[in-house]
């Protein structure tokens, strides 16, 4: 089956550590994202990537790093920088053409 | 910039009920829009899509929406609300492109009574 997964569903980590959250797409999908969603907030924008090797910065980066080395895979790492951390992240993707985004079942990450 | 506003926080239903979702949106050109729904600790299923020709579009659920550009609104409806509807319901406002960036909207809780 195709579709887009995100691992692990739950983690926890100590403040100040960094920790990276996985997501994989077997779409074919040039385009990646990752949001935050905040109850009450909706989803946030953070980093997405339009092609291999290349990421722009969404509406609330700071805190967070990504990378794109392959089409596949666009993992994201909260670091010690970001201040609230504890959150729901989602991974989408998008095929070319019609803009479409399918979502990945989402990681809760609580930092203790 | 482009902006959404779903100004229901939260509705109460009853099975069998009519259903309209409310969405407004800002933006400078012509919008690709789209409805997803989310059960509590699960990833965005998409329900319907506009992004141009007949401003009526039916989606997956028995969900329907209208785009209608003079009132900058694309509510999502139903004729009739199952129990099993009840979610966190997302209007989102995109640009064409092939890296499109969303805008979403803060979301409505719907609840279901029986």
């Known amino acids: 089956d195709g579709g887009i997964t995100q691992s692990p569903k739950y983690l926890f980590r100590k403040e100040g550590q960094n920790v990276t959250l996985s997501c994989e797409q077997n779409?074919?999908?040039?385009?990646m994202y990752w949001y935050r969603q905040d109850p009450g907030q909706g989803l946030r924008l953070i980093y997405y990537s339009q092609i291999v090797n290349d990421f722009q910065k969404g509406d609330i980066a700071e805190g967070y790093s990504v990378s794109r080395e392959k089409k596949e895979s666009f993992p994201l790492t909260v670091t010690s920088a970001q201040k609230n951390p504890t959150a729901f992240y989602l991974c989408?993707?998008?095929?070319?053409?019609?803009?479409?985004?399918?979502f990945g079942p989402g990681t809760r990450l609580t930092v203790l | 910039a482009q902006s959404v506003t779903q100004p229901d926080i939260h509705i109460t239903v009853s099975e069998g009920a009519s259903l309209e979702l409310r969405c407004n949106y800002s933006y400078g050109a012509t919008p690709y829009l789209f409805w997803y729904v989310q059960s509590p600790g699960q990833g965005l299923q998409l329900l319907l899509k506009y992004f141009s020709g007949d401003t009526l579009v039916q989606g997956i659920k028995g969900f329907e929406a209208e785009f209608k550009r003079s009132q900058s609104s694309f509510n999502l409806r139903k004729p009739s609300v199952h129990w099993s509807d009840a979610a966190e319901y997302f209007c989102a406002v995109g640009a064409a492109g092939t890296a499109s960036k969303l805008t979403f909207g803060t979301g409505t809780r719907l609840q279901v009574t029986l």
């Open positions: 989408a993707s998008t095929a070319q053409g019609p803009d479409t985004q399918y």
């Open positions: 779409l074919n999908h040039d385009a």
